[in-house]
């Protein structure tokens, strides 16, 4: 299965892409990766699964911590995206003939086998079902715990209710003359 991301991606559109065997993505388009900025959204994509075991644990983190968006070119790099089609590669026919090469592909069915004996391997170690369990778990403190910043930025969101000021993630430089003012703690949102 190829997932083909065509324009911009947030969590749940980049983290559900992964389910796919191979992910392409279109040469222009911008990557989020993270819940963190929607009040700190846990996500149930299957990404506690699916993101470490495409892009390795160092990764994963630094993805899902990081709150700063990534071109295609990065998310290449991270292991994210396997293939970059430019624009005018993404005409429905050429995708067909490019999905049609892949599987005629003489590794096809071995890769296929592989595939198969690694979720069977995966499914014993830990199912499916408790990854999912677990990522809602984390949901639910979300949306019924004491912390109200998930349904305030939900509803900014829904809202289009615009930040008040660049965030310190992205204005990092904040941070930096804060923390070198006497007597001032800088702290990171």
């Not at 198969?116 to 999912?132: G, I, V, W």
């Amino acid at each position: 299965m190829i997932s083909v991301i065509r324009g911009n991606a947030g969590a749940g559109g980049v983290f559900l892409s992964l389910a796919a065997d191979e992910v392409w993505a279109r040469d222009q388009i911008v990557f989020n990766p993270q819940y963190k900025d929607m009040g700190n959204l846990f996500g149930s994509e299957y990404w506690t699964y699916l993101l470490p075991r495409r892009v390795g644990a160092e990764n994963a983190i630094a993805i899902t911590q990081c709150r700063l968006p990534m071109g295609v070119a990065e998310a290449r790099r991270l292991g994210l995206v396997d293939r970059v089609l430019a624009g005018d590669e993404l005409t429905p026919e050429n995708l067909v003939k490019l999905a049609a090469a892949a599987a005629s592909d003489h590794g096809f069915a071995k890769r296929l086998a592989d595939k198969r004996r690694r979720r069977e391997a995966d499914e014993s170690d830990k199912p499916l079902q408790a990854y999912r369990d677990e990522e809602l778990r984390r949901m639910k403190l979300n949306f019924y715990g004491f912390d109200p910043s998930y349904h305030v930025a939900r509803y900014n969101f829904i809202h289009k209710v615009p930040k008040s000021r660049t965030p310190l993630t992205i204005a990092n430089h904040r941070l930096r003359r804060a923390a070198e003012r006497p007597g001032h703690m800088a702290v990171p949102s």
